[in-house]
């Protein structure tokens, strides 16, 4: 799963200039932080804003009437042996539907729930048996999203109901059921979220932050019921961990709102992390065949090509070589490249919402702060820094500086550079698809 990494001894980083802080350096071990096997056809896609979860999947109805509210994510429940209301909105053509309105998914799964807690009624997370019914219920997840049209690089969330922090055997339980649920996730391509109990389950977690036993999830998403939506100074969290888009907060419990006179029974929530990725469906409007090509420019090679009119399916944007009036080109879902100028998007210019921009994310390890440089190498300005755990979102990768065992060097979503030594992607001496190259 993860790559094994030396141990950085800090004399030794400050005489190569490395581009680390001098903290804390943490063992080189698979876990906390295990690498992430994307597919060709994968994103990641990331909320920031109001959202709210109801126990059933409103109607398109309802969701369309709900443009009025100040939301635009919903929380819904995609699987699980605890999922307490029936499903029947929730279908493929829904999630097409709403996400094509320009609403973002955050897929939930409420399976076995700790002995020390849930409802009597809830099968249980069986301490014998724990790694294996996390895995188990990984793979029922992402067959169940699969089935209703999301796709690797989704970030799917496991609930985990409150529970008594003072039965270890219990405890150690549930943190082994989400160790085994983050690894076979991370193993299949998605993204692991954990939804807790603030005050119990995220304290437990969070405990075992840096922990080499445990496989470090990439968010987390606690309930709270404050009516704060703030995503820091989290009692028991420090503000490093889970710091870099990677937080969501249920602040407000059941109750009703209306908007547009529809009513919906709903906890509110505020996000900034990864959520569900989908296809979107475009049309070809060149009059010629159009090339579909295995990176962003016309100097990359040819893979197909589809007829004027054709469909094509969309998973996200990013840039590349100018073509006519734009130089956003589109990622289908076999990984391949077409400019967005012969796309039936709603820009010919620019991006076009609502499909996200192209990238990658990975936790960082190895230290506990790694400098982001303004190039790719470390005589470039410190233009900030991501701490241990953080998700390094990988939108290209290039060739710099030496730094121990490699030079790709990684660009983030917001523009900075980081060694992708201590980026945990499937390698750490030469590129790691499916990223393209900057």
């Given at each position: 799963m993860g790559r094994l990494r030396k141990v950085v001894r800090i004399g030794a980083v400050a005489a190569a200039s490395l581009a680390i802080s001098m903290?804390?350096?943490?063992?080189?071990?698979?876990?906390?932080?295990?690498?992430?096997?994307?597919?060709?056809?994968?994103?990641?896609?990331?909320?920031?804003?109001?959202?709210?979860?109801?126990?059933?999947?409103?109607?398109?109805?309802?969701?369309?009437?709900?443009?009025?509210?100040?939301?635009?994510?919903?929380?819904?429940?995609?699987?699980?042996?605890?999922r307490t209301c029936t499903q029947p909105n929730l279908t493929a053509a829904w999630v097409t539907a709403v996400t094509k309105m320009g609403w973002r998914l955050i897929p939930i799964y409420k399976g076995a729930q700790p002995t020390c807690g849930g409802r009597v009624t809830d099968p249980k997370i069986i301490p014998s048996t724990a790694a294996a019914q996390g895995k188990a219920s990984a793979d029922d997840m992402i067959g169940k999203a699969n089935a209703l049209?999301?796709?690797?690089?989704?970030?799917?969330?496991?609930?985990?109901?409150?529970?008594?922090?003072?039965?270890?055997?219990?405890?150690?339980?549930?943190?082994?059921?989400?160790?085994?649920?983050?690894?076979?996730?991370?193993?299949?391509?998605?993204?692991?979220?954990?939804?807790?109990?603030?005050?119990?389950?995220?304290?437990?977690?969070?405990?075992?932050?840096?922990?080499?036993?445990?496989?470090?999830?990439?968010?987390?998403?606690?309930?709270?019921?404050?009516?704060?939506?703030?995503?820091?100074?989290?009692t028991g969290i420090p503000n490093s961990y889970w710091a870099v888009h990677?937080?969501?907060?249920?602040?407000?419990?059941?109750?009703?709102e209306t908007y547009g006179g529809a009513t919906l029974n709903i906890d509110n929530d505020y996000f900034d992390a990864p959520v569900a990725t989908v296809r979107y469906s475009y049309k070809v409007t060149s009059t010629v065949p159009l090339n579909a090509r295995t990176g962003p420019s016309t100097t990359y090679p040819v893979v197909r090509q589809y007829s004027s009119g054709s469909s094509l399916s969309v998973l996200?944007?990013?840039?590349?070589?100018?073509?006519?009036?734009?130089?956003?080109?589109?990622?289908?879902?076999?990984?391949?490249?077409?400019?967005?100028?012969?796309?039936?998007?709603?820009?010919?210019?620019?991006f076009s919402a609502p499909l996200p921009r192209c990238n990658y994310g990975y936790q960082i390890s190895g230290a506990s702060s790694v400098n982001l440089r303004s190039g790719p190498g470390t005589t470039y300005p410190i233009v900030g820094t991501i701490p241990e755990g953080g998700l390094a979102a990988v939108t290209c990768q290039k060739s710099g500086a030496l730094v121990l065992t490699t030079r790709i060097w990684d660009r983030l979503d917001n523009g900075k550079w980081v060694s992708d030594y201590y980026v945990v992607n499937p390698s750490n001496t030469t590129y790691s698809g499916p990223a393209q190259r900057c």
């Open positions: 903290a804390t350096v943490l063992p080189a071990v698979a876990n906390p932080a295990t690498s992430i096997a994307y597919p060709n056809g994968s994103t990641n896609t990331r909320y920031v804003g109001k959202a709210f979860d109801a126990c059933t999947a409103p109607s398109l109805a309802t969701i369309q009437k709900w443009s009025a509210s100040p939301y635009r994510a919903l929380g819904v429940y995609v699987g699980g042996n605890s049209g999301m796709v690797a690089g989704s970030g799917f969330y496991l609930d985990i109901e409150a529970y008594s922090r003072t039965d270890a055997t219990c405890r150690t339980a549930v943190l082994t059921f989400e160790s085994a649920w983050t690894k076979q996730l991370h193993a299949r391509g998605y993204l692991s979220g954990l939804y807790l109990n603030l005050l119990n389950g995220a304290a437990d977690t969070a405990a075992v932050y840096n922990s080499t036993t445990y496989a470090r999830p990439d968010a987390i998403w606690v309930a709270r019921y404050d009516l704060s939506t703030s995503l820091t100074n989290w990677q937080r969501a907060k249920q602040y407000r419990g059941s109750h009703d996200c944007q990013t840039t590349g070589q100018t073509i006519s009036t734009t130089s956003v080109w589109d990622r289908l879902s076999d990984g391949s490249y077409v400019s967005d100028y012969y796309v039936s998007t709603p820009s010919s210019t620019g």
